[in-house]
T-cell receptor
């Protein structure tokens, strides 16, 4: 079946601009996670949705970052006033439930802030 | 102390040998443990999950968990050049739903 999809695959933006990153999870998966990965590091948690609600947003670095999942399926990660330090690969994962269920990752969105 | 620790490597093994990858974690209450494989420029791919003490085998891969010693390992038998990748250990620390990852161990399988 179809895996997790993410769009765009690459995004280049100028410092200060607003960006939206989209994640479409595996059908039927109620848990959705956003992580970001910098070169040479493991993925770092940003936010977790169970259904439509953000169950844990403790990983969001500051209030420039926001994510929604209005219908319990597709999620959008929104970054305002982008900074060069936001450059990373943003990964989305989904799972049939939580906690402890296997998480499956999408291909990621590579964000470059110039 | 980091919550999940791995040796960054590279770990170099000859083709056909057994590769042994290790991971330690900080929270004794952790219950769920995962190994992901990540090729350069790609996203992490789940290869094993383990929840109980002991060994779990899947093809050439064996995951080993020892909760008393707080370590989890991955053995790859008959290593192939296509196994060359970074292997990430991930843990649900305590009762958290999020995964906490180690920095990964880079494996090189040489001909």
């Amino acid at each position: 079946g179809a895996g997790v999809s993410q769009t765009p695959s690459n995004k280049v933006t100028e410092k200060g601009k607003y960006v939206e990153l989209r994640c479409d999870p595996i059908s039927g998966h109620t848990a959705l996670y956003w992580y970001r990965q910098s070169l040479g590091q493991g993925p770092e948690f940003l936010i977790y949705f169970q259904g439509t609600g953000a169950a844990d947003d403790s990983g969001l670095p500051n209030d420039r970052f926001f994510a929604v999942r209005p219908e319990g399926s597709v999620s959008t990660l929104k970054i305002q006033r982008t900074e060069r330090g936001d450059s990373a690969v943003y990964l989305c994962a989904s799972a049939v439930g939580a906690p402890g269920y296997e998480q499956y990752f999408g291909p990621g969105t590579r964000l470059t802030v110039t | 102390q980091k919550e999940v620790e791995q040796n960054s490597g590279p770990l170099s093994v000859p083709e056909g040998a057994i590769a042994s990858l290790n991971c330690t974690y900080s929270d004794r209450g952790s219950q769920s443990f995962f190994w992901y494989r990540q090729y350069s420029g790609k996203s992490p791919e789940l290869i094993m999950s383990i929840y109980s003490n002991g060994d779990k085998e899947d093809g050439r891969f064996t995951a080993q968990l020892n909760k008393a010693s707080q370590y989890v390992s991955l053995l790859i038998r008959d290593s192939q050049p296509s196994d060359s990748a970074t292997y990430l250990c991930a843990v649900n620390i305590g009762t958290a739903s999020k995964l906490t990852f180690g920095t990964g161990t880079r494996l090189q399988v040489t001909l």
